[in-house]
């Protein structure tokens, strides 16, 4: 066994280079072997195995560095097992790579090597240099200050100008101050319509922005696809006649639930075709969980963060129900709010959670219910006087985190919630006016502030979108949108741009061109297409059907001509001719009666009565006019009467 041993040992010092023969001492007969030629010279054990060690190191260097350069990284430590693991998979495999390419592998360059030549007795300096590849930036920080000083890994890239601690102060700078991330340097405007802009949507990906409204109107807007014209590219009513409350893409963008004023929620895919409608409740029964859906107007609607299939909604008729995407004819679960008294109350938003698990909504009655998603019985939080009661809450928000929650009052209030201590809010705000039922707040993607919006009567001011500090709950900025309302408000966490629909009928896009990404700055760089105008008239002209060719009859220059035709024609020679219609001609007289005129010469000419004697004619009167004189007696009497004479000739005497 101590000859195998020794064997082994012997066979590693030649295979390292590190054994050393001599003419002194008979190692042969030592060991037990022969056939060495000349004798090995005298060697301490610990220092060959120490001189075998540094050699090992040195090679296994080597072809570290080559597997650097080909992107192998191999993690090398000094210890007794790791030598014994270098040894097996690196040297030999490098020894032999050496020979075989004649010794081209020593020739790599890495960046620390250990010379050759370097003598036994330098142990404390080679133990203080690094070996193998960089070592990783967080454990890079652990070690000594000598190591800073050094440069490890591989070379810098040309163009660095030296570190990055400028860079990261300007970093903490921005993180310090969030108000320089609030991107409302540019800003777009979309024209929805002339009415309150209700209903505010845009897909995961930001690509494409859904707009709803008091008109009833759904307007879609692609920003890839939009020039400087800012033109919808559809616009359709899906549910007739009812006000849009509520628009909102699934978590994959491929479906858009609708919530409206009537009592049956909408799904829509992104070009506007129904996917699904819900099934409309019974109004007759006491019970609304016995019922398939809502008996009311809908308030609010949202789809699961986390399930696609899964969306909400809640309604006057006192609930907020679950549906399921793929079951239309019946709501998945029922969650009915209920008043101090134990009575019924309508929920005017809902929300989820961020994870999905909870489910908030916030009554008239000034209450914030929340409740398990699994667990629709008993509420798991409740705050009784979250708001004023009687007024209508507007929006419900979770920070992103998921431990906040913010409540946009009726009351004019914006309030902060601890999930974990729901019985008094952690902050708030009084003094914004809240005119609308749907009035949003929402929190910045990097949960650092808190943004609503304030209503104004008309010609009043200007409607704003306040930003307020999540932590001290202080206004640390406000943009005047426009002289109406801001009612609904969005910013997009992937486009870090802020959407903002208005009560005069506007869709502002707020975006910085550094901070923003996509979005409002894919149209704004479009320029407008030419328009196609239609040939127009420069002169009006008046034209008759029959004045047209084609309506016109075919008039004869010759009728002689035609006449002689007609003659030598068997049928139209014998065809008789065929009456005068309207005045006569051709010296033809035209059949009586046509016209008024000749009605009256007909009537006339039928008239029998004799008139050759005109003293009959007149004395056929004399008895009628004599009996009731009102022509003729009347008028001689005023004649008398003027003349002074009283001589009246009769009516026989003439």
Known sequence: MKRERMGLLIEILYITGTFRTSDDGDIASVMGFSGFGKKARTFDLDAIFEQTRRTAIERSQRVIGKCFITGNVITLLRSHDEFNCIWNHCVLRGAAEGDRNGGGGGELQVSQTVS?????????DSDSELIGPPVPPQHAAQQGDDDDDEHVGPPLPPGYTGSTAHSDDDDDEEGENPVKKIPDTHEITLQHGTKTVSALGLDPSGARLVSGGYDYDVRFWDFAGMDQALQAFRSLQPCECHQIKAL?????GDVMLVVSGNAQAKVLDRDGFSVMECVKGDQYIVDMANTKGHTAMLNCGCWHPKIKEEFMTCSNDGTVRTWDLNSEKKHKSVFKPRSFQGKKVIPTCCTYSRDGKLIAAGCQDGTIQIWDRNLSVHTKFHCRQAHTPGSDTSCLSFSYDGTMLASRGGDDTLKMWDIRNFRKPVNGVSGLTNYFSMTDCCFSPDDKLLVTGTSVKKDEGNGKLVFFDRISFQRVYEIDVTNASVVRCLWHPKLNQ?????????????????????GAKLCVVKSKRKEKHAEALTQDYIITPHALPMFREARQRSTRKQLEKDRLDPKKSHKPEPPVSGPGRGGRVAAHGGTLSSFIVKNIALDKTDDSNPREAILRHAKEASENPYWIAPAYTDFRSLSGSDSYVSVEQI
């Not at 909102?248 to 994959?252: L, R």
């Open 116 to 124: 050759p030549d370097s003598d036994s007795g330098s142990d404390s």
């Open 498 to 518: 802020i959407m903002v629909g208005t009560g005069n009928g506007l869709v502002k896009v707020y975006y910085d061109p550094v901070k923003s990404h996509r």
């Open 248 to 252: 909102q893409y699934s978590i994959t």
